[in-house]
């Protein structure tokens, strides 16, 4: 049976990227150069992804998932010699070769809000926590006066194709904004980027527009805002508190201008306070003493776009920003049920075995769980069926079940099964985000 799973090409993950180019990758990079006898290329891939959504991140639990699948002794110090200089090029050029085939190979969804659109990215990141022995080569944020050590990995999502298609491993400190030339490798005209404030770049939405492409992005509020015909500066303040809502082409930035959609929409009571508080509460708006029209505007969201309004109404730019969500989700997906924090004991953990971990969970994901959830969703299509899946009850299912999948076929019966326990419970106060999109 487990030396089936390693030559069965009908297995989910050797699908998706097979053992041969598997293979044919690691002797490029001198992963491999002899004929291996224990621990191929395949089998290390697929004994890390067979334990860490129910284990703990270790070599140790390693060596034991990997004996499993080819019913032969490894220790865990075989592993470990395993992990060396060639093996990060080795699993980084594999997620490389996974993400150009699945934005190549999946087929777009329709959805009524993105129609207008070619390919619709989300960008953001999420963070983990590292041994402090490491804060040199990650550092990160500082608690009672010293610095942790935290990586980042950046992200981008293809919202239509339901795959993720650029990663970038990094440390906290470094600016969300200094990953914003990441989308150039996969960005077309026609197509959508939606970030959050970090990556907010007056000269990088110019160079979005020169791509024939669109941007969404909250706007930040202490960002100058002009007319388009007299170039006087606007107080928005001001025209919000006459009008209570705003949608206009302005410009931003005084020295090299550039022309945007602005829309103001005022938020509910509740959100308003719960920003003034956190406002209020946070040491770096203290310092920088902030103005009575700066606390007003966060009464507001406030967007800027270059999508016209013969596409997005003011609500619809709304809603699309709502999708960015998805991506936080996601994130809470991986944390909660695939054991994503790298818990390798301090005295272990070093540089390569951080990356190790990390690339190989991004492998996971790109290569089993997200081709999973598509494949789910073409089977509820083509069925007919009316329910949707929880991406957060999937992660679930296959945390406890990654053995099975592992080892045995997708069959039609299986996928049926899995449907049935992932999807979304029915619920008439609120749209689920599957919903939200498709409906």
Known sequence: MQKRLVLDKSNLFTSIISSKKLTIIAKSVVFLK???????????????????????????????????????????????KRINKNFIPYIKAVLEEILVKQLKNNCTRNCNLFSHFGNVYLQDATHFSLAAHLVALFPGNRTCGAQRAVAKIVTIFNLKKGCFTKFDLSYFTKPDSTFTNLIYGVLEKSDLIIRDLGYFMISDFE?????????????????????????????LAQILKKKKRFDGNVLISSKEPIEVR??????????????????????????????????????????????????????????????????????????????????????????????????????????????????????????KLTMEISILKLTSYVALNINDLLSNNLTYKTLETIAYQTKYDKRTDRKNFVEFMYS
Do not use: C
Not at 207 to 234: G, P
Not at 309 to 335: G, N, Q, V
């Open 34 to 80: 002899l004929k291996p006898k224990k621990i191929t290329a395949v089998n290390i891939i697929l004994s890390y992804m067979n334990f860490i959504s129910g284990a703990n991140f270790s070599f140790s639990n390693w060596s034991i998932s990997l004996s499993k699948l080819i019913n032969q002794k490894v220790s865990k110090q075989a592993i470990f």
């Open 262 to 383: 602005l829309v103001a929409m005022p938020l509910p009571k509740k959100a308003v306070q719960e920003r003034i508080r956190k406002a209020k509460a946070d040491r770096r708006n203290a310092r920088t003493n902030h103005s009575k029209e700066y606390y007003y505007l966060l009464g507001y969201s406030i967007f800027i776009t270059n999508v016209g309004k013969e596409i997005w109404k003011a609500d619809d730019i709304s809603d699309a920003y709502k999708t960015r969500w998805h991506i936080e989700i996601l994130f809470k997906s991986w944390k909660s049920n695939l054991k994503a924090q790298y818990t390798e004991p301090d005295r272990y953990a070093t540089e390569t075995s951080v990356k190790t971990h990390f690339f190989l969970l991004l492998i996971y994901v790109s290569a089993f769980i997200m081709p999973l959830l598509i494949i789910i969703e073409q089977l509820i299509h083509k069925s």
């Open 207 to 235: 160079k979005i527009k020169s791509h024939h492409a669109f941007f969404l992005s909250r706007m930040k509020l202490n960002v100058a805002v002009y007319d388009v015909n007299t170039n006087e500066q606007m107080n």
